[in-house]
């Protein structure tokens, strides 16, 4: 597998990075009832082979609080949180109407305990996100979260609750930009509905596309209005192997941490992408699936990963369980420690299983065309986003690119963007990598690009490289400045005053959009 | 209203209020209204007197005369389109301009040449021998006269009056009508421009829907959507009434339009309510549509969102039948799709798409910057790592480096037995319980594992696995249910716990074991079927479902 892309200084990525692990030892007990594939069941084996590998030792382990009615009602309708909260097995009954409106009841069935699952699978996505917001960590994970089918007002393929919404929009806070990636193997619907109309959250799904659920995440859909080019879809096909996987994930997502530069980034690890899952269909092994955990992680920007699908459990722990190593930057042996599910991963016994030799319906011509045509998108919004870290960007140098309303909007919002980042530049120094590159972008140029380039080994995408390796020689000098207090304080000194500059300007631009 | 709720009912006679004339509405400064519906009363007596002395048995001619799907046709509309284009002198009449001009689709003309033929031609010339011989013979016409040929001239007259001032519009009226004829979204402009056509499009919701989604994420085309709509028609009185279609079909579950009462409940309603009219209209079509079948209406296909009943009928989930019709139109070739352009209009209807609107995307909150606090709750309680004091009481072990596996080989006498395996565990689990202190029991780590049957006696597990395996051979039982009713004392959360982490794990055990057995999987579904509700099964899984998945070879 190909890490080289971004790796940080040390060469296979081995810098550690704070980890936050979000786990509720209740989890394991909540049953969507008999023969339902979605089972809670399978964050307790995860635990259980975390522990026993050693990895609780090197990470910030926490109990999530439950989120409260309130809190899910930041996202989710108000009569809809209601009904989620009063709804029993015993009264679904009398609710019978409310079931068919909010869609409960068949995908998503009424089960014990629905409400306090809820609590708290969102109560550890939304942790994740205040954690990393006070920069207490670089990595939180919550493997109960990342149920992304849930809509706004109704229930969808066994999610009831947004808490991939909900942590992004906790982020927000703190971040302009909020990159959502999804390798579930089904669409992520439920967040790029709620995403669809902005630029301050960009959505890339990766998944099986074409007579499968939900049957959104067409190549075509874009996103809307302000958000268009700003949701991404990537649609595949059955029996996609770890090496056609990455030929996609990795341009594609390069391209994005490049072109978009999110604050934060939120990647949901649906395990139902692997091969042999119940209820999927792709071939990837568990280091393919993990190599976009490691591949994100590289970027170097505040990561929240979270669960999902995964309806082979044995399978999913494995995966999340090896994910928690990479995201620690640690390796683990192939054979299993003995744990207390030590049966459920025989006859092997081990981490990794071969994926099968079904057939990879994707054809190398189908994989360039829809990278080229997603390529062909961000070039788009980079057209007007490359405007976005130059500072005082001279006017007459795009009066003749602004062809359209559309690029004009883009630009000014973009604009505001410019100055937070450059500010906040200014009074930080240096730290985290969304805060280094712009300037190295900046003052260089395009010129200055090549030069670096050449330093580094060229690929797809050279200027990934030259600026990685910007990045990298600016980390190595501070050895991890982001974990420190101190420099999380002074960042958000700088970000003071741009980030009222920009809540200032944020109703102008809406006005301008209309 | 009420006259188009009579005629909607079946009891109201032949057209009377129930044509508006909506058309001549563009008239309106040459020929008023008044004078208008008047014209249009004369004609109607006219027909119907008409008709009753022409139709005998063998040639019975129902009013209204209905063609394509369903349509009515208005007579008098068609007789004035018709006239008009006989007074411009022209030889060949072009009959799809007559159907646009009447409101129906130009591929219906012929439909509408030969209801003219049937209603129409006869009474057209029955009209001009009457008024010729009168103006020939200069007979006079007597007031009073109830005549059936007074009436003729009469209408004759007000006719030609009427036609003479609309001819000068007859051009523009051409062209705004030809508006709506470009292709794919003029389903929903026409049902503006004519209210008798709501009813046979709510009989295809899809289009409806889609033709909503994509009105409503294209601005432009809603722009001069409403606009036309704003020009076809003035009266506002079926206004609400199609706005309440627009809203159902843009979002059936949005809580303003709130749950139908069944059926037979409708009459304890006012008949002012929209979704009374709408509905009864609707009725009204099928029964006339399926008169000649015996079948029941309600027999047949749902034809609105079932969520909008609050009735037991809505086993067909249409919107979930959507999604596999779409997704399946959608499955064209992804090659195909990447070389069309993300146009609403190329293809609307050929997914199904993300909605648009403040019921779906969520709203964002600002940029807090430094000023960003956050409720110290969200920080969780800590587990590990363990407090400072506790910390120094277990830093003393030794511990195994990290992401250390199993140990090649051990010194039991038959390793990968049972009992190995057990061994191991109990071993491995002493050190980590060492290890974790406290967060050993905040982990629930002792109900982990087989160790969760310590707390259940021999007679126990087997009745609990001779339950589960009973419900094997009978489909119909659900063994949660048996599970409950047998130990009641134990609880739902120790039942599951039990299941999971004894059950299952030794059934696997086993087949990990012996090789005659073959691994089936950990998956209880396998064996125990498919979907089930709380503890027991739903029958079947609707189309839109997630658990329908591609038929796969099953691995493992």
Redesign the interface.
Known sequence: MDTSGNSLPSGSDGSKRKVCYFYDSEVGNYYYGQGHPMKPHRMRMTHALLTQYGLLDHMHVLKPNPAREKDLCRFHADDYVYFLRRVTPDSQQELLKHLKRFNVGEDCPVFDGLYSFCQTYTGGSIGGAVKLNHGHCDIAINWSGGLHHAKKCEASGFCYVNDIVLAILELLKTHERVLYVDIDIHHGDGVEEAFYITDRVMTVSFHKFGDYFPGTGDIRDIGYGKGKYYALNVPLDDGIDDESYQSLFKPIMSKVMEVYRPGAVVLQCGADSLSGDRLGCFNLSVKGHAECVRFMRSFNVPLLLLGGGGYTIRNVARCWCYETSVALGVEIEDKMPQNEYIDYFGPEYTLHVAPSNMENKNSREMLDGIRAKLLDYLSKLQHAPSVQFQDNPPETQFSEENEDEDNKDERIVVDSDVNLDYESNAATGKAKMEIVEPEAKDQNDVMAIDELAREVESTVIDTKNSKDSTVAGEADGDDAPVYQDSNVAGEADGDDAPAHHVTEKSPIDEMDQL | MAGWLKRVDGSGGVQESFITPQKFEKAEPFFDLESKRKLECEFNECLEVFLKQTSDISCFRPLPPVIGEGQEVDLFKLYIAVRKRIECGKDEISWSLVARDCGFDSKLGAALKLVYDKYLDELNSWVRKVVCNIEDENIEVRDTSVDFSSLLVKLESGMKEFLSLDQVNIEKDVDIVKFSDDDGKNEIMELSVDVKSVDPKLRDGNRIVNANVSKN?CGDDRVKYEDLVSRKRKRGCYMGMLNWVRKVAKDP?D?VIG?LPQRNTWKHYESELEWKQILLAREAMLLRMNATSQQSIWQKKQLMH??LY?DQY?SEKLRSSQ??V???D??CN??E??N???SFSD?QG???????GP??????????????E?DS?????????LEKVEQNKTSLIE????????Q?SCGCQFPGSVEC?RF??K???IK?KLE?GS?FY????D?????VALTWTKEEEKKFEKIVKSNRLSSEK???EELFKFFPRKG??AL??YY??VF???R??K???DSTLG?E?????SE???????????SD??P???????K??R??
């Open positions: 994420q579950c809580p749950i079932p969520s609050d809505s999604r596999v779409f997704a399946k959608s499955s992804t090659l799709r990447l069309s352009e993300s293809y050929d997914a199904k798409r993300i909605r648009v019921l779906f995307q969520a709203d964002l909150p600002q940029l807090l910057g430094s000023n960003y956050s709750k969200w920080l969780g309680t800590r587990i590990w790592p511990r195994d480096p990290i992401g250390k596996g199993r090649e395996v191991h565990i071993e491995k689990k980590v974790l967060a905040n982990w629930k780590f109900g982990m594992g087989e160790e659900y063994f949660w739902r959360e599951v716990s999971f982490n299952l794990l030794q696997r055990g087949q990990n074991r691994i999987s950990d998956d209880e579904e125990y079927g498919p979907v089930s509700n709380r503890f027991g099964r739903i899984i609707s839109g479902s997630i658990f329908r998945s591609p796969k070879s691995l493992n």
